[in-house]
């Protein structure tokens, strides 16, 4: 089973400002990397898929990069709605697996 | 537009069965792979089973296999989850999720879940 591990666990950011999650994978996964972001009450939302393409709707100042062990999210200039977890999960490998998350607070 | 409800949830004993359900609605139900994946309130995700668009193919985690079943119903645009054997580790909100059509075995929609609680 690949392990997904994310840092920080939680980010304090002011509005405005920028934010980068990281998220490494024990083995090399390729790009089969996802994000997704979790606001409490709400359904998960995709956010990046295959590392670094942006899903359907979601704003520019969302950026995902990486391959193989190593992946970043990268949030420009945070807004009210932002402040959430996000989750990483691979899918080169089953089962899949997700990292621990990281907290987006203000 | 694309929903996802899951219902179903609510308190067991250990040791006893539970069938949770996915109503889908917006999208052609019957093209998609579905997921399971479930969390711990507080915790992150874990994915739990996934089935072919067509029912055909099933897959699950471990710590599942052999006690929950995967299923669905192309008809009716409802996919289940049979829980039997129960544990206190089993509890946790249930999502259902749909998988894309893009390569990748990832989902791109998600219901908001049901909370399952096994406990005496």
């Known amino acids: 089973e690949i392990l997904m591990t994310q840092s920080p666990a939680t980010l304090s950011v002011s509005p405005g400002e920028g934010a980068t999650l990281s998220c490494r994978a024990s083995q090399s996964i390729g790009d089969n990397l996802a994000w997704y972001q979790q606001r409490p009450g709400q359904a998960l939302r995709l956010l990046i898929y295959?590392?670094?393409t942006r899903a359907t709707g979601i704003p520019a100042r969302f950026g995902g990069s990486g391959s193989g062990t190593e992946f970043t999210l990268t949030i420009s200039s945070l807004q009210s709605e932002d402040f959430a977890v996000y989750y990483c999960q691979q899918y080169n490998n089953w089962p899949l697996t997700f990292g621990g998350g990281t907290k987006v607070e203000i | 537009e694309v929903q996802l409800v899951e219902s179903g949830g609510g308190l067991v004993q250990p040791g006893g069965s539970l069938r949770l359900s996915c109503a889908a609605s917006g999208f052609t139900f019957s093209s998609h792979w579905m997921h399971w994946v479930r969390q711990v309130p507080g915790k992150g995700l874990v994915w739990v089973s996934r089935i072919k668009s067509d029912g055909s193919s099933t897959t699950y985690a471990d710590s599942v296999m052999g006690r929950f079943t995967v299923s669905r119903d192309n008809a009716e645009n409802t996919l289940y989850l049979h829980m039997n054997s129960l544990r206190a580790e089993d509890t946790a909100v249930y999502y259902c999720?749909?998988?894309?059509?893009?390569?990748?075995?990832?989902?791109?929609?998600w219901g908001q879940g049901t909370l399952v609680t096994v406990s005496s």
């Open positions: 295959a590392a670094s």
């Open positions: 999720a749909r998988e894309t059509t893009l390569p990748g075995s990832f989902c791109d929609y």
